[in-house]
């Protein structure tokens, strides 16, 4: 069971969260290109907060991934 979690967390999390960033950076474009016209700030500012806690999460991430490097 560690060994499944620990491949979970190394493996899957990072690409998991980079997919969440580019799935926020895909609504941000598709808002620019009019694609959500009814409520495109709405759709706008969902995208951001997206990226935003994908970018948290991966910076989290690597972070506790040098601390356990390096010591």
């Given at each position: 069971?560690?060994k499944i979690?620990?491949?979970?967390?190394?493996?899957?999390?990072?690409?998991?969260?980079?997919?969440?960033?580019?799935?926020?950076?895909d609504?941000?474009?598709?808002?620019?290109?009019?694609y959500?016209?009814?409520?495109?700030?709405?759709?706008i500012?969902a995208?951001?907060?997206?990226?935003?806690?994908?970018?948290?999460?991966?910076v989290?991430?690597?972070?506790?991934?040098?601390?356990?490097?390096?010591?």
């Amino acid at each position: 069971m560690s060994k499944i979690f620990k491949w979970v967390i190394g493996v899957l999390f990072p690409i998991i969260d980079v997919c969440i960033f580019i799935l926020g950076i895909d609504m941000i474009l598709e808002c620019a290109s009019g694609y959500y016209s009814s409520n495109y700030r709405a759709a706008i500012i969902a995208g951001m907060l997206i990226c935003v806690f994908a970018g948290i999460c991966f910076v989290v991430y690597i972070k506790e991934l040098l601390r356990k490097i390096f010591s």
